[in-house]
């Protein structure tokens, strides 16, 4: 089995992201047919971060591997989706050059330097906003750490703006990002947090508001990161709790244990857009070094392996399915 430490970033490392910012994305061609909703492309493809190699790859139907770019120190490295699903943006050094970049998600080309960090910290991208602009940590910035909605590089819209601490924003559906913050702490004049609540904000920095607060969430059992997922119809958040995957509602309620593992780790919880009663994450059995593909349903039931690599020249970290654009999408 492979220690978690060797895998993933701890909370500490990845509280230090700084920055990072968008291009502009062509607007899918019309479609003729306004009513026609059959999907373009039946595939599932599934970008992730190899920790071994440092490199980002593509997985198709979850057999086939293709590598697009590797990354040079891959410290904080994982690959987002634009939403229509043709450009994956990271943070990594790629020719000496630390920055945030977007690349061509087919064939890792035409690979564009979006920004480079303004201070000592690097940065990271967390998601890819409907209207083209990344949304990120920056942190050094302020002295403390925001989300940020960045159109490029002079232009940075601080969203959250608050003296303490915003991490691990999601972009949802309706225009609305959420992220986790220490402005809640019971103990929050002291040095290190706790990230106990989930509030949301309009793209256009509005309507703040609180969803819930959980008590478990301290700097020990979120010590491997939250990297949250929500569901395609926006009800149901999935984040990762003290080794397992965790659910709640948007509204606060039913908070659920999903995974319930005994010490093996599930992370990385990932949906697909045509799919809201399933998560999938990364996770290993007992006797291979590598993190597999698996997915449950949101009523913890029914899990399914869906990779079966054997060695730890497989590690499958921070995956992300390309977008299922249908044709109505194209409208």
Same mark, same amino acid.
């Given at each position: 089995?492979?220690?978690?430490?060797?895998?993933?970033?701890?909370?500490?490392?990845?509280?230090?992201?700084?920055?990072?910012?968008?291009?502009?994305?062509?607007?899918?061609?019309?479609?003729?047919?306004?009513?026609?909703?059959? #999907?373009?492309?039946?595939?599932? #493809?599934?970008?992730?971060?190899?920790?071994?190699?440092?490199?980002?790859?593509?997985?198709?139907?979850?057999?086939?591997?293709?590598?697009?770019?590797?990354?040079?120190?891959?410290?904080?490295?994982?690959?987002?989706?634009?939403?229509?699903?043709?450009?994956?943006?990271?943070?990594?050094?790629?020719?000496?050059?630390?920055?945030?970049?977007?690349?061509?998600?087919?064939?890792?080309?035409?690979?564009?330097?979006?920004?480079?960090?303004?201070?000592?910290?690097?940065?990271?991208?967390?998601?890819?906003?409907?209207?083209?602009?990344?949304?990120?940590?920056?942190?050094?910035?302020?002295?403390?750490?925001?989300?940020?909605?960045? =159109?490029?590089?002079? /232009?940075?819209?601080?969203?959250?703006?608050?003296?303490?601490?915003?991490?691990?924003?999601?972009?949802?559906?309706?225009?609305?990002?959420?992220?986790?913050?220490?402005?809640?702490?019971?103990?929050?004049?002291?040095?290190?947090?706790?990230?106990?609540?989930?509030?949301?904000?309009?793209?256009?920095?509005? /309507?703040?508001?609180?969803?819930?607060?959980?008590?478990?969430?301290?700097?020990?059992?979120?010590? /491997?990161? =939250?990297?949250?997922?929500?569901?395609?119809?926006?009800?149901?958040?999935?984040?990762?709790?003290?080794?397992?995957?965790?659910?709640?509602?948007?509204?606060?309620?039913?908070?659920?244990?999903?995974?319930?593992?005994?010490?093996?780790?599930?992370?990385?919880?990932?949906?697909?857009?045509?799919?809201?009663?399933? #998560?999938?994450?990364?996770?290993?059995?007992?006797?291979?070094?590598?993190?597999?593909?698996?997915? #449950?349903?949101?009523?913890?039931?029914?899990?399914?392996?869906?990779?079966?690599?054997?060695?730890?020249?497989?590690?499958?970290?921070?995956?992300?399915?390309?977008?299922?654009?249908?044709?109505?999408?194209?409208?």
């Amino acid at each position: 089995m492979i220690k978690i430490a060797k895998l993933i970033l701890s909370f500490s490392a990845i509280i230090s992201l700084f920055g990072c910012t968008h291009n502009d994305e062509q607007k899918n061609q019309s479609s003729n047919n306004k009513n026609d909703t059959r #999907i373009a492309s039946s595939k599932n #493809i599934i970008a992730y971060f190899n920790q071994s190699d440092k490199s980002i790859y593509t997985l198709t139907d979850f057999k086939s591997k293709k590598k697009l770019i590797t990354v040079e120190d891959g410290n904080a490295t994982w690959p987002i989706y634009s939403p229509d699903g043709n450009r994956i943006a990271f943070t990594g050094k790629v020719n000496g050059v630390l920055a945030t970049y977007t690349m061509d998600s087919e064939t890792g080309q035409n690979l564009k330097m979006i920004t480079s960090p303004k201070g000592g910290l690097h940065e990271g991208v967390l998601d890819w906003q409907s209207d083209g602009s990344l949304i990120c940590v920056t942190k050094n910035l302020d002295g403390n750490a925001e989300i940020y909605a960045v =159109i490029d590089s002079t /232009n940075m819209q601080n969203l959250t703006n608050h003296e303490h601490w915003d991490f691990f924003p999601l972009s949802h559906s309706n225009n609305m990002i959420s992220f986790w913050t220490s402005r809640d702490d019971p103990n929050k004049d002291r040095k290190q947090y706790d990230y106990q609540s989930l509030y949301t904000i309009n793209t256009d920095g509005t /309507n703040l508001t609180k969803r819930f607060q959980i008590e478990a969430m301290t700097n020990e059992s979120v010590g /491997n990161g =939250i990297f949250p997922a929500i569901s395609p119809d926006g009800d149901t958040y999935v984040f990762m709790m003290a080794l397992d995957l965790h659910s709640i509602n948007m509204d606060g309620s039913n908070l659920k244990n999903l995974t319930q593992s005994d010490g093996i780790g599930e992370y990385f919880p990932f949906f697909s857009n045509n799919e809201t009663n399933r #998560i999938y994450f990364s996770s290993h059995d007992t006797i291979s070094p590598s993190l597999n593909i698996y997915s #449950i349903d949101l009523e913890g039931n029914n899990k399914k392996q869906h990779t079966s690599f054997k060695d730890e020249k497989n590690v499958i970290l921070y995956a992300k399915f390309k977008p299922i654009i249908t044709l109505t999408d194209k409208k």
